[in-house]
């Protein structure tokens, strides 16, 4: 890992993320207008190859709900213990997201944009366990 302070002539035009082997992962957003306008809502999902029903190693990140990003630390810890298998996943969610402070929007309320929230994680989660089998 490097770091560099960019000086006033300089940009940035390139960054590399190295890919982990047996890691899956999706983004997933909702937006009004589609590709044109940011997030209203959007969600990032990584995780290792789910083993026996358990989600190893979850990562979970969340735009549109506040001023920055935010990464849903409860979330993961409620998905990574080992007696939370597959089938649960929409109950471990609601209790993961309840207490997430969402910033006003001039086009959603909090509520829809928590139902948004909870909908796009159970998505994403699918399609990297999905991901996962394929890999098999």
């Known amino acids: 890992l490097c770091c560099h302070r960019l000086q006033a002539d300089e940009f940035l035009m390139n960054i590399t993320i190295p890919i982990e082997q ?3 992962s999706v983004y997933s957003r909702f937006s009004m207008r589609g590709a044109i306008d940011f997030p ?6 990584t995780l290792q190859r789910p083993d026996n029903g ?26 990574a213990c080992k007696d939370t298998n597959i089938g649960k996943i929409e109950e471990v969610i609601e209790e ?17 944009r928590r139902s948004l ?20």
Not at 40 to 45: H, Q
Not at 96 to 112: L, V
Not at 121 to 131: D, T
């Open 54 to 79: 358990h989600l190893i190693n979850p990562k979970i990140a969340a735009t549109g709900l506040q001023s920055k990003p935010l990464r849903l630390h409860t979330l993961e810890q409620l998905l």
């Open 96 to 112: 993961g997201i309840k207490d997430i402070i969402i910033a006003r929007s001039k086009g959603m309320s909090s509520n829809y």
């Open 117 to 136: 929230l909870k909908f796009l994680i159970e998505r994403a989660l699918g399609e990297c366990i999905l991901k996962a089998e394929k890999m098999k």
């Open 40 to 45: 209203m809502v959007g969600v990032a999902v």
């Open 22 to 24: 047996n890691r899956v």
